[in-house]
């Protein structure tokens, strides 16, 4: 079974700069997630999705950030303008389905970004 | 809001040795799910093991197990007969289900050092 694949893996921009990250979930998972995990720090979520609608985006900084699943499958998240402290891995994951108790989530290997 | 505590940035273990790391977390609710993952350097993170806060007896796999104590909310790690790759960052994670559609929260970490 494939995993959760991303895309670009490594990125390199300047501040005030656009980035766009690709995510696609595994196959038939309704439920998508994108987490930010800057060094030294636990992953924090940005975004959730259950299909192509949003369940949770209150962490999203959306006057930079915007997200999202058109189709309910493959997920873009967009940073515009970014700043220095955009620097971070972004892991996009995916489960089965929302609202089933301890559900598996899987994480793809993540898209870094550093913003000079 | 849930918080995840854990409280030793860094643990160093000898191989085939054991050793525990240590997590606690706040929560009012009494349905909720804990898990530890495993974050190698190319930052996939990889589930390890998951307990259900309903389920007195605590979860094993191979060799990781986890000492769950729902009162002191706490949930150690001991890892077994370490081996080199079992080196890493580990993060204790919590989950709600139904209530917050499985999304995690994820402690600071732990850096696991293996010595040979």
């Known amino acids: 079974e494939a995993g959760v694949a991303q895309s670009p893996r490594y990125k390199i921009i300047e501040k005030r700069q656009s980035v766009a990250f690709w995510c696609n979930p595994i196959s038939g998972h309704a439920t998508l997630y994108w987490y930010q995990q800057i060094l030294g720090q636990g992953p924090k979520l940005l975004i959730q999705f259950q299909n192509n609608g949003v369940v949770d985006d209150s962490q999203l900084p959306k006057d930079r950030f915007s997200a999202e699943r058109l189709k309910g499958v493959d997920s873009t998240l967009k940073i515009q303008p970014a700043k220095l402290e955009d620097s971070a891995v972004y892991l996009c994951?995916?489960?089965?389905?929302?609202?089933?108790?301890?559900?598996?989530?899987?994480f793809g290997e993540g898209s870094w970004l550093t913003v000079v | 809001a849930q918080t995840v505590t854990q409280s030793q940035p860094e643990m160093s273990v000898q191989e085939a040795e054991t050793v525990t790391l240590s997590c606690t977390y706040d929560?009012?609710?009494?349905?909720?799910?804990l898990f530890w993952y495993k974050q190698p350097p190319s930052r996939q993170m990889i589930l390890v093991i998951r307990?259900?806060?309903?389920?007195?007896q605590n979860a094993t796999e191979n060799r990781f197990s986890v000492n769950f104590q729902k009162a002191a909310k706490s949930f150690s790690l001991k890892i077994s007969d370490s081996q080199l790759g079992d080196a890493a960052m580990y993060f204790c994670?919590?989950?709600?289900?139904?209530?917050?559609?499985?999304?995690?929260?994820f402690g600071e970490g732990t850096q696991l050092t293996v010595n040979p």
């Open positions: 994670a919590y989950s709600e289900g139904e209530t917050s559609g499985s999304r995690l929260t």
């Open positions: 994951a995916s489960s089965f389905m929302t609202g089933s108790p301890g559900n598996t989530i899987y």
């Open positions: 929560t009012s609710e009494s349905d909720y799910y």
């Open positions: 307990q259900e806060a309903y389920k007195q």
